[in-house]
């Protein structure tokens, strides 16, 4: 089994940054790609941005590009994603999972192991 276990979130000004980690247990995940998903109150979970497994590789939500950088440190069994220059329209619960290959997507489906969330919320 894996686990794995956001943190970082909590609360932030708009144009302010925070530095999320999921950090895994159990099983490594160095040989897999990573994601990271949010959720907003009432709305679909959605994709944020994701890595492959070596780190070399990386996809963006076009709502995150520019402003927030997903990398991996595989010696710690953990991935970050900064995300700078914040507003309200990202405040949302934050989630990390392992992808079931070595690479990475965009598709919720490609992923089989979730943590349970770090809630993010920007004020204005």
């Known amino acids: 089994q894996v686990q794995l276990v956001e943190s970082g979130g909590g609360l932030v000004q708009a144009g302010g940054s925070l530095r999320l980690s999921c950090t895994a247990s159990g099983r490594t995940f160095s040989s897999y790609g990573v994601g990271w998903f949010r959720q907003a109150s009432g709305k679909e979970r959605e994709f944020v941005a994701t890595i492959n497994w070596s780190g070399d590789s990386t996809y963006y939500a076009d709502s995150a590009k520019g402003r927030f950088t997903i990398s991996r440190d595989n010696t710690k069994n953990t991935v970050y994603l900064q995300m700078n220059n914040l507003n309200p329209e990202d405040t949302a619960i934050y989630y990390c999972?392992?992808?079931?290959?070595?690479?990475?997507?965009?598709?919720?489906?490609?992923?089989?192991?979730w943590g349970q969330g770090t809630q993010v919320t920007v004020s204005s």
């Open positions: 999972a392992r992808s079931r290959d070595q690479g990475y997507s965009q598709v919720q489906r490609a992923y089989d192991y």
